[in-house]
């Protein structure tokens, strides 16, 4: 048993005082118990993690300049019939003679992606996409306007398949939704690019229009050279806790074209949603296409607000993109695995009936807003539909299947306005437009009914299939791999933290390699090893201020990954980070009142537990108004401990206390830690000195080369084997 503490001693740190030797009631001080922390419920959010933003920024922004054109030639219209005295015929040939070779090409561009280096395809797509914009506009005759239109769909294809593998091997498999929700926005970019096309041609001519866009186009495409190249597959053979660094050999890799894509097709979900987008993009080609003069004709809008009106479709689709990114990650966070086509098949299922009521009702200000909603509804579908096809089509053929995917729905979009054409000369166009709305209903109900059944069974065949090729490559590597991960007991309630493989770099230089552990509920834990292993990293890849790479943290049954650090506070979990962990310009009470960020508002409460601080630390009521900066080491660490008492933490991580404190301050600290598990507290402690942890620690845990290793309870750790394992020794 270990003797209670009482007061303060010569050194001023003074302690909690615990009624017993094993700390389970607290005598004093329960208002800093974790259970008095009000925990109110909350909607965590995540961030983007497992790499940089930035990849996924370049390709949303190429996605937009390429969108663009498509969008600018119909603006200058009218200047070109001016100018070249062509018929309306001629102008729908540029139009169709685009969208023909786009077509044809988006096929073979596939294959490239799954073949060749994706970001160098980018590049010299995108770059010979500038130098083809730069001839449109250098043409001098119909001849040589409709030939660079016809070059310019060649290079059109480099982006959409290839950008989507990209994409689903930079980021993490768990938010590809969120991702791909992102990069679909580059669509929608691309309409807001088109007043200031208009506006340049009307000022300096049609042609300064092409000069303009053709600039980004060469900046974006210098940029894409520099992209790294993912390894294919890494972030999928990654959430399996395979090495994502090294591609094994697939037979996908050399297939020919024709059997890669009846693979593609004999995936159940992926035909699924072909057949569902097919259906949706006959709807979606007749909005685009026929809204404005819907909006003129019963509503009496002038073109001009008609135009306008149709930027709510831009505006809805937008947020639709990015919301049906968030909502299907934190679902499948939940433990839906097909949350993606879930949320996919209700979107689609919502726009009929939403649809239906905006070309029935009379009321313009009502349509206009259900116009917006449903437009939310309408395009929510296409990104977690692309997470979806990611997730169930090897990432050997994920590029093919993008093309195929973009194909139809280039066909079916394409005929849309045709057919609409058609119902209306037939009935009337409110009556068209009823008649098509059903099919988006129809596209949502083919999701629910026959892609949920399917896309768990074929997620697991391409997880199965990687493992095998993995293992056909390295089989001993991944025997080992996977007997470690059935050894982490991730559902285990005893447990509440729990690092499940998880990797980071600084760098080039890699700090955590599938780091995996499990701290019990309760008690002190201590965490022990050489400099430069791995320890001060967990904690803060625990804490949020790092994001790992890849694998899961568990708090509570919660995944972190992503939670931002002050949500992380909020769940109960406080990092006393290393060194002199003070605000050294703000004063002591300032220091202090930060730690109740969680309960800022509960004023009774921060008064109660400021008294009982400063109970604990006496020295420090004189000092409320002094700067921290100003104060000895050992009374900075008093502040920084103090104001983590303040949080009330469920989980409290704390990291290399003793670093550059005599040895008495240092020990009375340790022991206040180590008495914090009387609270409900439970304690991560980073501790250089082995007899100093092994006093205050219930159980031990080491760390070398990034890798943890759990020693068991200190009773049954012999202090000379644990110098032993520091010094890179075997224990004898």
């Not at 010979?128 to 005759?141: H, L, P």
Request: charged letters at 15%; hydrophobic letters at 45%; glycine letters at 10%.
């Amino acid at each position: 048993m270990r003797p209670a503490i009482d007061q303060a001693n010569d050194t001023g740190a003074a302690t909690l005082r615990v009624s017993d030797g094993y700390g389970h009631d607290v005598a004093a001080h329960g208002s800093l118990s974790p259970s008095r922390t009000p925990r109110e419920d909350f909607q965590v959010t995540r961030r983007l993690v497992g790499s940089t933003r930035w990849p996924l920024i370049l390709l949303t922004a190429v996605y937009a300049i390429n969108v663009s054109d498509q969008y600018l030639l119909p603006t200058i219209f009218p200047l070109l019939k001016q100018e070249f005295g062509l018929s309306d015929t001629s102008l729908g040939v540029l139009s169709s003679s685009y969208l023909a070779v786009v077509t044809i090409l988006t096929v073979p561009f596939g294959t490239l992606a799954d073949r060749y280096t994706r970001t160098r395809i980018i590049a010299w797509g995108t770059a010979a996409w500038g130098v083809t914009m730069i001839w449109t506009g250098m043409a001098r005759g119909y001849i040589s306007l409709l030939a660079s239109r016809m070059a310019l769909g060649a290079w059109d294809p480099c982006d959409n398949p290839t950008s989507q593998s990209l994409l689903a091997d930079y980021y993490p498999v768990g938010q590809r939704s969120k991702v791909m929700s992102v990069y679909q926005t580059g669509q929608l970019i691309g309409v807001l690019f088109v007043p200031i096309a208009a506006a340049m041609a009307t000022q300096w001519g049609w042609r300064s229009a092409f000069y303009f866009f053709s600039l980004p186009a060469f900046v974006v495409a210098l940029l894409a050279w520099r992209l790294s190249e993912p390894v294919r597959g890494e972030q999928d053979r990654r959430e399996q806790n395979l090495d994502g660094a090294v591609q094994p050999p697939s037979a996908y890799d050399t297939m020919g074209a024709r059997d890669a894509y009846k693979a593609v097709l004999r995936t159940p979900t992926f035909t699924v949603a072909l057949v569902s987008s097919a259906l949706g993009s006959v709807f979606f080609g007749s909005i685009g296409a026929w809204a404005p003069t819907f909006f003129v004709r019963y509503h009496d809008l002038s073109v001009s607000q008609a135009a306008t009106a149709l930027t709510l479709l831009a505006v809805g689709g937008l947020t639709g993109a990015l919301l049906s990114g968030v909502i299907a990650d934190r679902l499948t966070y939940s433990g839906h695995p097909s949350a993606r086509i879930m949320v996919a098949g209700v979107a689609r299922l919502l726009t009929f009936p939403l649809f239906y009521l905006t070309f029935t009702t009379g009321n313009t200000p009502v349509m206009l807003v259900l116009f917006s909603l449903a437009a939310l509804t309408l395009i929510a579908p296409q990104a977690v539909l692309n997470a979806a096809r990611a997730d169930v089509l090897h990432p050997s053929l994920r590029g093919r299947g993008t093309a195929l995917d973009a194909v139809v729905q280039s066909v079916f979009a394409a005929g849309a306005p045709l057919l609409l054409g058609i119902l209306a000369d037939a009935t009337t166009l409110r009556t068209g437009f009823l008649i098509l709305a059903p099919l988006a209903g129809i596209a949502g109900a083919i999701l629910l009914v026959a892609g949920l059944p399917t896309y768990v069974r074929d997620e697991r065949r391409v997880r199965e299939l990687l493992v095998e090729e993995a293992r056909a490559a390295d089989p001993d590597a991944v025997d080992a791999i996977l007997v470690r991960d059935r050894a982490v007991p991730v559902a285990d309630p005893d447990h509440l933290l729990v690092i499940d493989g998880i990797d980071f770099s600084y760098g080039a230089i890699q700090v955590l390699f599938g780091t995996s552990c499990a701290i019990p509920r309760g008690g002190c834990h201590a965490l022990v090893g050489r400099n430069g292993v791995g320890k001060s990293t967990l904690l803060n890849a625990v804490a949020g201020l790092v994001d790992p790479e890849r694998g899961r943290i568990l708090y509570e049954g919660i995944d972190l990954v992503g939670v931002p650090p002050e949500q992380r506070v909020r769940l109960g979990i406080t990092l006393m980070a290393g060194g002199r962990s003070t605000f050294p310009s703000l004063s002591v009470h300032d220091n202090l009142w930060i730690g109740s960020f969680p309960f800022c508002n509960d004023h009774k409460l921060l008064g109660e537990r400021l008294g009982a601080v400063l109970e604990v630390f006496p020295q420090l009521s004189s000092r409320l108004h002094q700067t921290a900066g100003t104060l000895s080491g050992g009374e900075q660490q008093m502040v920084a401990l103090g104001r983590a008492l303040m949080a009330g933490p469920q989980l409290l991580l704390v990291d290399e206390l003793s670093l550059g404190l005599a040895p008495v301050v240092t020990r009375d600290l340790l022991e206040v830690v180590g008495r914090l598990s009387g609270l409900g507290t439970t304690v991560v402690i980073v501790e250089q000195s082995v007899p100093v942890a092994l006093e205050v620690a219930d159980t031990v845990f080491f760390m070398d080369r990034g890798e943890v290793s759990s020693l068991g309870p200190v009773a049954d750790v012999r202090e000379d084997a644990l110098v032993e394992r520091m010094m890179g020794r075997s224990p004898s």
